[in-house]
C-alpha cells in the first residue's frame, strides 16, 4: 500500500521565513538563483540559518544555474521577446569570483522602433556542484545527491542547465563552526 502525505506548501523568501520563527520543516526547497546575490560567507550563513527551520533530519534541496554548464555553454547576449516587450540580455562571467553580471534591457516595442523602458544591472555568484556541497557542509548540510533536472532526476553533468542538490541537515549542525 503506497504511503500517503500531507504537504503544506509555504511560499516565502528565506530571510522572511527566518524572521517570521516559523515552525520546524521536514523539508525546504530553494528554486533558481535566489542564492549568490550577495556573497558566499552570506549565502553559507544563510544555509546554517535554515538548519534552525528543519527538524533534526530535515531535507534542503536545491535547484539553481549550473556554472560548469555556463561555462562550457556561454553566450554573450540573448534576445527574447513576449508580449510587445524585448528583453536583451548581455552577460559576463567573471571566471575568477564566478560572478555572473548581467545587463538586463527591456524595450516596448511601437510599431518600427524599440523604446526602452528599463536597464537592470544583475550580478549574483554561481556554483559548481563541489562548490555547493563544500558550502553546504561548512553550514550544516550532508550532501545526498544531485540532479540535473528536478522534474525527471537525471544525472547532473556539464551539459545540465540546472543543477539541483539533495542535502540532509547534519545531526550536529549547531556545533559547525563558522567558516
Known amino acids: 500500500?503506497?504511503?500517503q502525505f500531507s504537504i503544506e506548501w509555504i511560499l516565502r523568501n528565506a530571510p522572511r521565513l527566518l524572521a517570521s520563527k516559523a515552525e520546524k520543516f521536514d523539508a525546504m526547497i530553494n528554486v533558481g538563483t535566489s542564492i549568490g546575490f550577495h556573497d558566499e560567507?552570506?549565502?553559507r550563513q544563510l544555509f546554517r540559518s535554515l538548519t534552525t527551520l528543519t527538524g533534526r533530519r530535515g531535507?534542503?534541496?536545491i535547484e539553481t544555474?549550473?556554472?560548469d554548464y555556463l561555462v562550457r555553454h556561454f553566450q554573450e547576449q540573448d534576445i527574447s521577446e513576449l508580449d510587445g516587450i524585448v528583453w536583451s540580455d548581455a552577460r559576463r562571467l567573471?571566471?575568477?569570483s564566478s560572478y555572473m553580471r548581467n545587463s538586463w534591457k527591456f524595450y516596448r516595442k511601437d510599431r518600427q522602433s524599440l523604446r526602452l523602458i528599463a536597464e537592470v544591472p544583475v550580478s549574483h555568484r554561481v556554483y559548481s556542484l563541489h562548490e555547493l556541497k563544500?558550502?553546504?557542509f561548512s553550514a550544516g548540510w550532508e550532501y545526498l545527491e544531485s540532479y540535473g533536472s528536478l522534474r525527471e532526476l537525471t544525472p547532473l553533468t556539464v551539459d545540465s542547465f540546472?543543477?539541483?542538490v539533495v542535502s540532509r541537515r547534519l545531526v550536529s549542525a549547531s556545533k559547525i563552526s563558522s567558516c
Open 1 to 3: 500500500m503506497a504511503r
Open 162 to 164: 540546472h543543477m539541483t
Open 134 to 136: 563544500a558550502l553546504l
Open 94 to 96: 567573471d571566471l575568477e
Open 65 to 67: 544555474v549550473n556554472r
Open 59 to 61: 531535507v534542503l534541496i
Open 41 to 43: 560567507s552570506y549565502d
